[in-house]
Nanobody
Framework: QVQLVESGGGLVQPGGSLRLSCAAS????????MAWYRQAPGKERELVAR???????NYASSLWGRFTISRDNAKKTVYLQMNSLKPEDTADYYC?????????????????WGQGTQVTVSS
């Protein structure tokens, strides 16, 4: 079983920065894509950024230049550096990872989700 534990969320003023972290643990053989999603009040969940196992990144167009996703494969951790935060960035942020796992049920690739961490951008 794989667990993703997030940290770094909280309250920040507009224009401020936060760095989210999400560490994967469990019987992990490989990790493919890792990504951050968010869901703002009254909105659908949306992809924020994705990074593949080689470090190639993709971002939501509206976030280009403000958010940066990165990963540390040795630590099995994905990060989201958020700068120039705006009130509309307020949301629950979720990390995901596609991982090859080993267990009694076999060896397979599967998507895993973190529990979510709240980011509030407000004065």
């Amino acid at each position: 079983q794989v667990q993703l534990v997030e940290s770094g969320g909280g309250l920040v003023q507009p224009g401020g920065s936060l760095r989210l972290s999400c560490a994967a643990s469990g019987s992990i053989l490989r990790i493919g894509n890792m990504a951050w999603y968010r869901q703002a009040p009254g909105k659908e969940r949306e992809l924020v950024a994705r990074v593949d196992s080689g470090g190639r990144t993709n971002y939501a167009s509206s976030l280009w230049g403000r958010f940066t996703i990165s990963r540390d494969n040795a630590k099995k951790t994905v990060y989201l550096q958020m700068n120039s935060l705006k009130p509309e960035d307020t949301a629950d942020y979720y990390c995901t990872a596609t991982a090859m796992t080993s267990g009694s049920s076999g060896i397979f690739w599967r998507d895993y989700w973190g529990q979510g961490t709240q980011v509030t951008v407000s004065s």
